[in-house]
């Protein structure tokens, strides 16, 4: 899935949110500057509320921003800065809205019978119904042990039929799931007696909208004999309606009637009964929902422990040594997994190449593009020897294969020690510096082209500057130079910026890239870093 549309189920009047794919995912909140902005009033949404995420590979995910009142799929509230994937049919809550996934801006589903007007509604709860009987109640605990076993929403849903069926002895029962706000509905499960096979199901939409409110709703014929008009029309002895809710929250409808050539009244003591069946189908419902989350964060656990694993055995030893050079690398991931890499490639006993990328994106797939990026630029440098010459093969194996929404930006240089140069490529990257044994700091930007990837026929040329004795090099990621401080607030981001690479990097001794992680995390006030953050140091 690519577009996707937010369509609001409850909640103040609001027209469905468009889900666009975006590079750097779609933030949502009540802040001017977020991509899906909610209105300024709306107290319990925080001004930088949550993240959609979208990639070709996992589809869209939904990341909580550490928001006040919280965020939640299904029911089920999602930790600060847990990023759980989503998918068509998902109820994602941000108070006081409750919105539901769709790939299309209105839901096509099973339309209501509009009887405002002509319907009377009655709500049943627990103020208002009779005890349960002991039958009913024996039947209510036989049916406990059932309902909550249930592995599926469908078989909730039968379960929850049959014991409905029983317990108010009407004869017809469908289990209905909104997709669109309270217009449009599916079918998750139904039970038609033979009477009625011949005779068309309508479904009430006061009754329903009855039943939104949480409560059970019923409408049938008054103690004098008179029926509503709807129900004369439809031609319907009684109707109940029982919500199953998440929260506050409708996530499914049981209607049941009594309709066909043989009418029934609906059995003493069936609204009370049907009161507890909504209480015990809801819980079993969040359960459900909640396992199922799990699930999902349990299978997105495993494959970046996967991924983790590998990435750790791709990445070079953190020093390496090439003649008088020394150079040391680290690559953080922001996640379990990261899509930064680094690269030190002898070429000889006096040339060795150094590359930094960094993926667009977060996640396994932004990780899979940095894995097949550092292994075919690695092969490239060994046959070219020159950044030029590797950095274009390897953009004319990457553009024809990349997702759309992900590009690489890096710096790939070579050093020669005998000739004491250094040839660099810069494709977008932009955060590599040169501090010379005078303490002259200069930014190696010179001769840069685009991010690998965005166009297949790509031609990059390296650019040379001397590189002698008592000089060093530091390459970092944006991970580093865009890492907000511990005090940065929406409006204001105080950010490491390249100032404080240059800090690091006038320290001549010791080793530069602790160094310099140490001031990140100072400046961070965590260890936990915000992206992807990696850096290299190459010195004499």
């Not at 070709?56 to 009142?69: I, N």
Request: proline share 5%; charged share 20%.
């Amino acid at each position: 899935m690519s577009s996707a549309w937010l369509i609001p189920m409850s909640g103040p009047t609001l027209e469905p949110i468009a889900l666009v794919p975006s590079t750097d995912g779609l933030t949502i909140g009540r802040h001017e500057k977020c991509e899906l902005r909610l209105p300024a009033d709306a107290e319990q949404v925080s001004r930088q509320h949550a993240r959609f995420i979208h990639d070709d590979v996992d589809g869209w995910r939904l990341q909580d921003l550490g928001s006040r009142w919280g965020t939640f799929i299904n029911g089920v509230r999602l930790g600060a800065k847990q990023e759980i994937p989503i998918k068509p049919g998902d109820m994602v809550g941000i108070s006081p809205w409750a919105f539901t996934l769709s790939s299309t801006p209105r839901a096509r589903g099973l339309q209501l019978r509009d009887d405002a007007g002509q319907t009377i509604v009655r709500a049943v709860n627990d103020k208002n119904s009779q005890p349960l009987a002991e039958n009913l109640l024996q039947l209510l605990l036989e049916s406990a042990a059932r309902i909550h076993a249930s592995t599926s929403e469908s078989e909730l849903a039968e379960n929850v039929i049959g014991a409905a069926l029983r317990g108010t002895g009407l004869t017809n029962a469908v289990m209905l799931k909104p997709l669109d706000g309270l217009r449009a509905f599916t079918i998750i499960s139904s039970h038609v007696s033979k009477e009625a096979e011949d005779s068309p199901a309508q479904f009430s939409r006061s009754l329903i909208n009855g039943a939104a409110t949480g409560n059970v709703a019923e409408i049938s014929a008054g103690s004098g004999g008179e029926f509503s008009q709807s129900l004369v029309q439809m031609n319907v002895s009684a109707a109940i309606c029982v919500p199953l809710m998440l929260g506050d929250n409708p996530a499914a409808f049981l209607y049941l009637d009594s309709r066909g050539s043989v009418l029934q009244a609906m059995r003493p003591n069936g609204s009370a009964f049907c009161v507890a069946l909504s209480k015990m189908a809801s819980l079993a419902l969040a359960n459900l929902k909640r396992v199922e989350i799990e699930k999902r964060q349990s299978h997105i656990d495993a494959e970046l422990s996967a991924a983790a694993a590998a990435q750790k055995w791709i990445m070079p030893r953190r020093e390496s040594v090439c003649g008088p050079l020394k150079a040391i690398g680290e690559s953080r991931a922001g996640q379990s997994v990261g899509g930064d890499f680094f690269d030190i490639i002898p070429l000889s006993d006096c040339r060795f190449a150094v590359a930094l990328g960094d993926v667009s994106g977060k996640g396994v797939s932004a990780s899979v593009l940095m894995t097949a990026t550092q292994g075919f630029l690695h092969a490239a440098l060994q046959q070219y020897g020159e950044p030029g010459q590797a950095v274009t093969a390897l953009n004319r194996f990457i553009a024809p294969r990349r997702p759309a929404s992900r590009f690489v930006t890096m710096w790939v240089g070579v050093i020669d020690c005998q000739k004491r140069t250094l040839s660099y490529v810069d494709a977008a990257h932009s955060y590599a510096l040169l501090r010379q044994a005078d303490g002259t700091i200069r930014e190696l930007s010179e001769g840069g082209g685009l991010p690998i990837g965005i166009m297949d026929d790509g031609e990059y040329t390296a650019f040379e500057v001397p590189f002698n004795p008592g000089d060093h090099i530091v390459v970092a990621s944006d991970g580093i130079i865009e890492q907000p401080s511990a005090d940065s607030s929406p409006d204001s981001r105080v950010q490491f910026e390249v100032e404080g690479v240059k800090a690091a990097l006038s320290e001549a001794s010791g080793d530069l890239v602790k160094k310099l992680f140490d001031r990140v995390i100072a400046h961070a006030g965590t260890e936990h870093l915000a992206d992807d953050a990696t850096a290299v140091w190459v010195g004499w």
